[in-house]
């Protein structure tokens, strides 16, 4: 009975709800671009917001567990297979935004490949657009708790709670601070 | 039917949840003042907390994109017209804070016009109540994602992400870091 | 009438929702040890993931206003009485994380007991596991908006908003920054 209910719970439930919502989404987004490359897990809270299309891509085995928020403003947003969102990240994207493989992405992230315009006086801030950067994280890198990136992040990199990325952080490091400093160079792998 | 799904996806639908909403907000704490001077988009997650009373006052045109938290505790939160909250941003006013138009408060972005009193060791810190600093956010500000806002912001000044502004930041300049520094100094307007 | 509908939103509607949220909980959970020592809030979003079971003990009148999330990969998480959580804390816990009594946990406040761990260049982040160690948070703490935990923060202690505590923080200080450094000693309390 206890082994029963704890399978309806964490696999039965989440399973069917994640199909719902996933079918709930394309059927409510005609004009974007929406392509699952397999089995994907839509928790609760999961947002789409392209009120004028933009294309996401997901790879296999990609888990949103819970309130992940994307915003596309005719953006093109791909994502890596095994690449795991936890809670509340928001991904806001104007032009290009590549997500790698086996990424961790923790709890409250926002990624962002743009900043407001914000240097003429005379034009209100809302009306000036924006400067889009597209972005790209690299395969295995791992965002942590409240990381807030608005540059490349190289693959296996690790970038620290709340720490702010505005220059590149390149593959085999760790970065935190705000702005986002290299504090340690990883081993990079033997050659086979 | 795809302009018409889109349509009503991005248009219909979100305009008369946001119309319920309104309605079930104001029905449900009589006890606030509350009032809407326009058109106001309130989007899913919208939370009113204010057990004690106070005062909303929001401009035409503000935007609660998703998961906005308003915290009263008898306090006066007044937002300016066309002022966008994107994604899970809380305010907590006990005495007074004022945003002004057109201002952008991206996600998780935190606004409060006290600190806990914590020095007193005599007393629990729940019990030592508030220091109380009513906060004013100028103009055609933004607060970039999780700022966290403890001072007052001046018109078009911009608050970098993950910063902490805990003394008030002048106008027409951009402050960033934990606490907050003016970084770089913006061109104002030129005389008309 | 309006007397009537503010305790009705406020006193009895709450009252009833959460009474429903901690019997659904402990429904959906037999493999969890969970424990709840008197009346306790459970306010809405509140989210419970333990797919390989834990322990949850939770004092009396403890506060869980929205989406709290407690994520238990076999671990053991106590509350003690009194503690409040705003909105929007993440809990994520391995091996134990004791959190004390009369603490505030404040807005998108992350507490975790374990780093990934991603030296090895030659296995996927996801694949090598946590280094954890246990976390213990002081009675009367407070933890401020956004900060993130990641070592022991003594009793009475005060973490700004934003911080990162990589290092314990000790009793009666306020901490601050990323890495968060102790920036104040606080008064003890005075000999009975």
């Known amino acids: ?26 059927l409510r987004h005609p004009h974007v671009d929406i392509r699952f490359d ?3 897990q839509i928790g609760p809270g999961f947002t789409l917001f392209a009120p004028e299309g933009g294309a996401l891509h997901v790879g296999p085995y990609v888990e949103f567990r819970r309130d992940f928020v ?9 994502i ?6 936890t809670y509340g990240a928001v991904v806001q994207c104007s032009s290009r935004i590549d997500i790698g493989a086996r990424c961790v992405v923790a709890h409250a992230v926002t990624i962002v490949d743009g900043n407001h315009r914000f240097r003429d006086p005379d034009v209100p801030v809302l009306a000036q657009g924006y400067d889009l950067r597209p972005i790209t994280i690299g395969d ?15 693959a296996r990199a690790v970038v620290g709670a709340n720490a702010v990325v505005t220059k590149p952080v390149p593959p085999f490091t760790v970065a935190a601070g705000a ?7 990883l081993r990079r792998p033997s050659p086979a």
Chains 1, 2, 3 share one sequence.
Not at 80 to 85: A, I, Q
Request: hydrophobic letters at 45%; aromatic letters at 4%.
């Open 1 to 26: 009975m206890r082994q029963l209910l704890r399978r309806l719970t964490y696999l039965r439930v989440p399973r069917l709800m994640s199909a719902l919502r996933k079918r709930w989404l394309i």
């Open 38 to 40: 397999g089995p994907v």
């Open 70 to 78: 994307a915003e596309l403003h005719g953006g093109t947003l791909t």
């Open 80 to 85: 890596g297979g095994g690449t795991v969102f």
């Open 140 to 154: 295995d890198a791992t965002l942590l708790a409240k990381a807030t990136i608005i540059a490349d992040v190289g």
């Open 179 to 185: 702005p986002a400093r290299v504090i340690e160079e």
